[in-house]
């Protein structure tokens, strides 16, 4: 963490108050290098990035003898597309999100969420950063703005990781849509890209519910677990079909939608609700940690 | 975004220094609050506001609106159909498909997932988002969308495609050119399917008319009402909304006479009259796609739409009415009153009691009915026992199987009678039948 002092108090130091902009990216930059430089955060992108490898040896070696893959049964078990990686390695990173979207992904979320305001205060490095003049309104716009920005790094490391093994284990080129038609291996980038953008969406509201339950606390361990807990207890009541009424309130309902871009027409209705779920719960868990940040008493 | 910006400047100078007061803490919980509030505001009120009310429509007779049907000559659209099965069955979950799987395990041992029958009778429960594109009687496309996946049943020219994305397998089957949607003899499935196969069954039986005017898929429709005139059917009411330009079935109801959800909702929620793009109805089979002819099927399954055999018949009620369900269901749709496709059964076939909306079918399974729960004993007997319910009456005695429309008897002497008719007709048309 001393690092992390001193790179935020020299930010600090050279901001004044007339150039609140420039400094507010000041902010960010220190806090995106931070993140991003601790080990905790390397080694969870390195986790990410083994999962399409994995699937990808698995896939490979399972059809070594020629079999195809999930064409076993009419159930077709795995994750979604996995029956068609053999055909086309591009699909490999649809597989690849489907299979971490669920738990790896919003995981990692709550581990860099949880730990944004409850890791500072627990450091004792939290009042440090509010002797600065920046408020702790932006404080918390910075800490989002990473939060969010890890979301993306994180999804593109897993889509990168599986075009990659994708690549270099199965050949790619035309791929045929779940719709039965076909698409240039351009278009079929263009889709892997777009899903890529709509994964990382989705989780926006497990970053805000994360960041929330972080200013609830003074303990980041705390706070990784209650956000990684509600992931979890979420998923689970997303299966009981009693509570059918309310399923497609949580975050998590609509996540596997981004699928509905491999349609041809895309079929957005799934879509839009999801983004839309994302929309009002950061909007939601925005603006309570922010009622709740700005009202704490801070003690470390 | 808007509300950090705006108190941004009075928060950062004024926590600093001291601290609010409870009172001004609670007032920051206002926002989150009031972003909920507003959020269950627009999901409560929009749907509300949205829905503008019944269109204005010149006045029409259910005559001209019948006419109208008929002579729609829609050729080309595409469209999104939401279609929801209740029939009320005990939601058997996995042990209903673990009997159903192993059914189909034993019945076709390595059939394929893609096979059109096997996939289309998944539709006999639940909700299920349908995709529908026609281009003139040779092209049509019938996707079935599932979580991250998709079957689609493609009719281009002679080809028929069948194609399940999630096992990548490909069923292939031939038509014979301008024969018009071969698919569509297996499942109704759109609710043009649903209004014509219930038109048959009007006569005077049956009271037609036109119920005003409704909104669907964002066009102006007419609402034409069928309901049956005898008493003992399940039937409640059947709606059927008319486009108003063209003619063509948009969305089709039909309600229980015991009330309640209707039993099948089929209706457009997006619908095109254009010309989909031509590039909708190629098919390839992907590289590496299992690819089942429809010959290789046939010696195991039989032909599709075919009518049943008492064999499999049998099976399917001994599967406490299992997922297979939906084909009979289909052909009850297809008219009691036409009925032709069950005249026209080989030897062993359905004999039909009663008329109009009471026809009840018969089969003779020549069996032993279904064994009662005290004979099969256990956790397995009191199961069976809660599915049915007993009778007796001049025929002997039998169970009483009920869903919400559709209604079986089982006599111990193995006669099945099914119809669309409560308990008690069922048991007068057994008793007729002695």
């Known amino acids: 963490m001393s690092r992390a002092e001193v790179v935020r108090q020299?930010?600090?130091?050279?901001?004044?108050?007339?150039?609140?902009?420039?400094?507010?990216?000041?902010?960010?930059?220190?806090?995106?290098l931070t993140t991003f430089r601790r080990w905790r955060t390397l080694a969870l992108l390195a986790v990410l990035a083994a999962v399409p490898i994995l699937v990808g040896i698995a896939v490979k070696i399972e059809t070594s003898d020629g079999a195809s893959m999930g064409g076993g049964g009419p159930q077709g078990g795995g994750p979604a597309f996995i029956s068609q990686i053999t055909n086309n390695g591009l699909f490999l990173v649809f597989t690849a999100l489907a299979a971490t979207l669920p738990f790896f992904l919003p995981m990692a979320i709550g581990v860099i969420a949880g730990d944004a305001i409850a890791g500072e205060a627990n450091a004792g490095t939290l009042r440090y950063l509010l002797v600065a003049p920046a408020g702790r309104t932006r404080l918390l716009l910075t800490k989002y703005a990473t939060t969010m920005a890890f979301c993306l790094v994180a999804t593109l490391v897993v889509a990168i990781s599986a075009l990659t093994v994708g690549a270099l284990l199965f050949p790619l080129g035309e791929l045929t849509t779940i719709s039965g038609t076909r698409i240039s291996f351009a278009e079929g980038l263009g889709r892997a890209l777009l899903i890529a953008l709509v994964v990382a969406a989705s989780l926006i509201g497990v970053a805000a519910l994360g960041l929330f339950v972080s200013t609830l606390t003074n303990s980041g361990i705390a706070a990784m677990a209650t956000t990684v807990g509600l992931l979890i207890t979420v998923q689970i009541l997303d299966q009981i079909p009693q509570l059918h009424a309310l399923q497609p309130y949580f975050f998590s309902h609509y996540w596997l939608s981004f699928a509905d871009l491999m349609r041809e027409p895309v079929y957005w209705d799934d879509l839009v609700k999801n983004l839309g779920i994302q929309a009002l719960y950061a909007a939601v868990f925005g603006s309570a940690a922010w009622a709740r940040f700005t009202t704490k008493d801070i003690t470390a | 975004?808007?509300?950090?910006?705006?108190?941004?400047?009075?928060?950062?100078?004024?926590?600093?220094?001291?601290?609010?007061?409870?009172?001004?803490?609670?007032?920051?919980?206002?926002?989150?609050?009031?972003?909920?509030?507003?959020?269950?505001?627009?999901?409560?009120?929009?749907?509300?506001?949205?829905?503008?009310?019944?269109?204005?429509?010149?006045?029409?007779?259910?005559?001209?609106?019948?006419?109208?049907?008929?002579?729609?000559?829609?050729?080309?659209?595409?469209?999104?159909?939401?279609?929801?099965?209740?029939?009320?069955?005990?939601?058997?979950?996995?042990?209903?498909?673990?009997?159903?799987?192993?059914?189909?395990?034993?019945?076709?041992?390595?059939?394929?997932?893609?096979?059109?029958?096997?996939?289309?009778t998944e539709l006999a429960s639940g909700t299920h988002t349908l995709r529908v594109a026609v281009d003139g009687e040779n092209k049509q496309k019938l996707s079935l969308l599932e979580n991250a996946s998709e079957y689609s049943l493609i009719h281009n020219g002679k080809d028929v495609w069948g194609y399940d994305s999630k096992s990548n397998e490909v069923f292939h089957g031939t038509a014979e050119e301008a024969k018009g949607g071969q698919e569509k003899q297996d499942v109704p499935a759109t609710p043009k399917d649903f209004a014509e196969a219930a038109l048959k069954a009007v006569d005077d039986t049956t009271s037609v008319t036109v119920d005003g005017t409704a909104q669907v898929a964002g066009r102006d429709a007419y609402q034409l009402l069928i309901k049956p005139k005898q008493s003992g059917t399940t039937v409640g009411a059947i709606t059927v909304a008319v486009d108003a330009k063209t003619g063509m079935p948009l969305k089709f109801t039909l309600t229980p006479a015991s009330g309640g959800a209707a039993v099948i909702d089929a209706g457009f929620t997006q619908v095109s009259f254009a010309k989909p793009a031509a590039s909708t109805f190629d098919f390839t089979p992907p590289k590496g796609a299992k690819v089942t002819e429809e010959d290789e099927l046939e010696g195991k399954d039989g032909e599709n739409g075919s009518p049943k055999s008492e064999d499999e018949l049998r099976k399917e009620l001994d599967n406490e009415f299992g997922k297979d369900f939906g084909k009979d269901f289909g052909k009850e749709l297809d008219g009691p009153k036409s009925g032709d496709k069950l005249g026209k059964a080989p030897e062993g076939g359905p004999e039909v009691i009663g008329e109009g909306w009471n026809?009840?079918?018969?089969?003779?399974?020549?069996?032993?009915?279904?064994?009662?729960?005290?004979?099969?004993?256990?956790?397995?007997?009191?199961?069976?026992?809660?599915?049915?319910?007993?009778?007796?009456?001049?025929?002997?005695?039998?169970?009483?199987?009920?869903?919400?429309?559709?209604?079986?008897?089982?006599?111990?002497d193995g006669k099945v009678y099914v119809g669309a008719v409560d308990k008690d007709a069922l048991v007068k048309a057994a008793d007729s039948g002695k």
Request: glycine share 16%; net charge negative.
């Open chain 2, 1 to 120: 975004m808007a509300p950090y910006e705006s108190d941004d400047s009075t928060t950062a100078v004024g926590e600093v220094d001291d601290l609010p007061s409870g009172r001004r803490k609670a007032a920051r919980y206002v926002v989150p609050v009031t972003v909920v509030g507003v959020a269950a505001a627009t999901i409560g009120l929009v749907p509300a506001i949205a829905d503008s009310g019944d269109p204005d429509l010149p006045k029409i007779t259910a005559e001209q609106l019948i006419e109208k049907i008929a002579q729609s000559d829609v050729e080309q659209l595409s469209g999104t159909v939401k279609i929801s099965t209740d029939l009320g069955l005990p939601d058997l979950g996995g042990l209903g498909a673990g009997l159903a799987s192993g059914a189909m395990a034993s019945g076709s041992g390595d059939g394929s997932s893609a096979d059109p029958s096997a996939k289309l």
């Open chain 2, 359 to 412: 026809t009840v079918a018969v089969f003779d399974t020549g069996g032993e009915g279904v064994p009662s729960g005290a004979e099969v004993g256990g956790e397995m007997g009191g199961f069976l026992d809660s599915l049915g319910d007993k009778v007796t009456g001049k025929f002997g005695s039998g169970t009483v199987f009920k869903t919400r429309l559709i209604n079986a008897l089982i006599t111990d």
């Open chain 1, 10 to 32: 020299g930010a600090a130091g050279e901001g004044t108050r007339k150039v609140s902009l420039l400094w507010t990216f000041g902010v960010l930059r220190s806090e995106l």
